[in-house]
């Protein structure tokens, strides 16, 4: 059974930074594009950033260039997402997203985690 844990949300101040983790199990995580998510109260589900299966390739919504990093440790199954320079719009549920080999933009990833809250105050 596949599973994506997300972890390290939480609240933080605007201008802050969060580290998101999500662990990955019962799939060949190495076959697999890294999505992250988020969607906020109201409105859809949105693209943040992306990394390719080797991580070699990388992709980032506009609205977190420069702020947001992405990296993957295929040893420990684990995709990881920097989020520096927080602003109170990146308040939203983040969720972690598996894909065989190519990033994408869209929703149409193969497994999703459960989400995890992260609030950014004023």
């Known amino acids: 059974q596949v599973q994506l844990v997300e972890s390290g949300g939480g609240l933080v101040q605007a201008g802050g930074s969060l580290r998101l983790s999500c662990a990955a199990s019962?799939?060949?995580?190495?076959?697999?594009?890294m999505g992250w998510f988020r969607q906020a109260p109201g409105k859809e589900r949105e693209f943040v950033v992306g990394?390719?299966?080797?991580?070699?390739?990388?992709e980032f919504a506009d609205s977190v260039k420069g702020r947001f990093t992405i990296s993957r440790d295929n040893d420990k199954n684990t995709v990881y997402v920097q989020m520096n320079s927080l602003k109170p719009e990146d308040t939203a549920v983040y969720y972690c997203?598996?894909?065989?080999?190519?990033?994408?933009?869209?929703?149409?990833?193969?497994?999703w985690g459960q989400g995890t809250q992260v609030s950014v105050s004023s």
């Open positions: 990394i390719s299966w080797r991580g070699g390739s990388t």
């Open positions: 997203a598996a894909k065989l080999f190519s990033i994408s933009r869209s929703l149409n990833y193969d497994y």
């Open positions: 019962g799939l060949t995580f190495s076959n697999y594009a």
